[in-house]
């Protein structure tokens, strides 16, 4: 009777099981797979001064014949004889390689003293970290224009403290240096917090038993601690490093007119120039180029699951 019970209960508990399984594909679809086959059907067409500004467009299965043989790839072409699209991607790699590995020698100490904190004051410092998610991040990143602008507060402290002369400027402000300052502020909690995560998870007898062993403390740390928190550092890496190539608001706010990046290429392609199909060719190659370190991340999932 027991059996037959449990059966029927699972007969009755399926739809739902099948509704939980379901239910984050159909999401992907609406709010992924969707979105990139109508940025990919924009690339592959040609602009018009119309509104939309592109041809041809979708006038129903009837006319789909003719829809496909107006496609073509003339916009990625385009891509391949201009340089400045190119130079926007690798400004763009560096930029956030850069600022990756800036967030990761900052973001790690931090990590390590917050996950070998007492308990008691563990979750008072998790705070700490989120705490900046509770103000705005526009708001945050033009609070930096005020502090690096050349009459800003770091040169009034620079001058305050007599490191500079009276009429010397700090000339931080619209340089690559501001947007890895404005970057580094804005994504540091997305590293600690992976980092704190796999390092609270540690056995700090590990530790312990090297030194009763003779283990200096650096190579105990590189042979034990960071092996161990691998995964936080790859997925904190991929969680930084993945958005940061798209970033729009910080280099336009901070960084100058040297500042290349792929976010202020597509902006202006959208709504300066109004060219959509190309810019939807670019959206589309760097959608590519980041499946990739989002391939490795997924991985290296797998293997510690």
């Known amino acids: 009777m027991a059996a037959v019970s449990e059966a029927r209960s699972d007969e009755n508990a399926s739809p739902f099981r099948?509704?939980?399984?379901?239910?984050?594909?159909?999401?992907?679809?609406?709010?992924?797979?969707?979105?990139?086959?109508?940025?990919?059907?924009?690339?592959?067409?040609?602009?018009?001064?119309?509104?939309?500004?592109?041809?041809?467009?979708?006038?129903?299965?009837?006319?789909?014949?003719?829809?496909?043989?107006?496609?073509?790839?003339?916009?990625?072409?385009?891509?391949t004889d201009d340089p400045l699209y190119i130079q926007?991607?690798?400004?763009?790699?560096?930029?956030?390689?850069?600022?990756?590995?800036?967030?990761?020698?900052?973001?790690?100490?931090?990590?390590?003293?917050?996950?070998?904190?007492?308990?008691?004051?563990?979750?008072?410092?998790?705070?700490?970290?989120?705490?900046?998610?509770?103000?705005?991040?526009?708001?945050?990143?033009?609070?930096?224009?005020?502090?690096?602008?050349?009459?800003?507060?770091?040169?009034?402290?620079?001058?305050?403290?007599?490191?500079?002369?009276?009429?010397?400027?700090?000339?931080?402000?619209?340089?690559?240096?501001?947007?890895?300052?404005?970057?580094?502020y804005s994504y540091l909690p997305f590293m600690v917090l992976p980092l704190y995560s796999a390092l609270e998870k540690m056995d700090n007898s590990l530790i312990e038993a090297a030194n009763d062993l003779g283990c200096p403390p650096l190579k105990a740390f590189w042979r034990i601690t960071f092996p161990l928190s691998l995964p936080g550092v790859i997925a904190g890496s991929m969680i930084c490093f993945i958005p940061i190539t798209g970033e729009f608001v910080i280099p336009d706010l901070l960084g100058g007119a040297d500042t290349l990046m792929i976010g202020k290429t597509l902006w202006t392609e959208f709504f300066g120039n109004r060219d959509w199909p190309l810019a939807s060719s670019v959206a589309v190659i760097l959608l590519i180029m980041l499946v990739v370190p989002i391939m490795i991340f997924q991985n290296q999932q797998k293997k510690v699951a």
């Open 88 to 184: 926007s991607y690798l400004s763009s790699l560096r930029i956030a390689f850069i600022s990756t590995v800036l967030l990761l020698l900052i973001g790690y100490p931090i990590a390590l003293a917050m996950a070998r904190a007492p308990l008691a004051i563990r979750p008072t410092l998790v705070m700490l970290v989120i705490l900046p998610f509770w103000t705005s991040f526009l708001i945050r990143v033009y609070a930096w224009i005020g502090i690096l602008k050349p009459d800003g507060l770091l040169t009034l402290l620079l001058h305050s403290i007599g490191l500079l002369g009276p009429e010397d400027q700090v000339q931080i402000f619209r340089t690559d240096y501001a947007v890895f300052v404005g970057i580094v």
């Open 18 to 79: 099948w509704l939980v399984v379901v239910l984050p594909y159909v999401w992907l679809l609406l709010f992924f797979v969707a979105p990139f086959l109508i940025i990919l059907k924009i690339s592959l067409s040609d602009t018009a001064i119309s509104q939309p500004p592109y041809t041809p467009l979708f006038q129903g299965f009837g006319a789909l014949s003719d829809f496909l043989a107006q496609l073509d790839f003339e916009n990625y072409l385009f891509l």
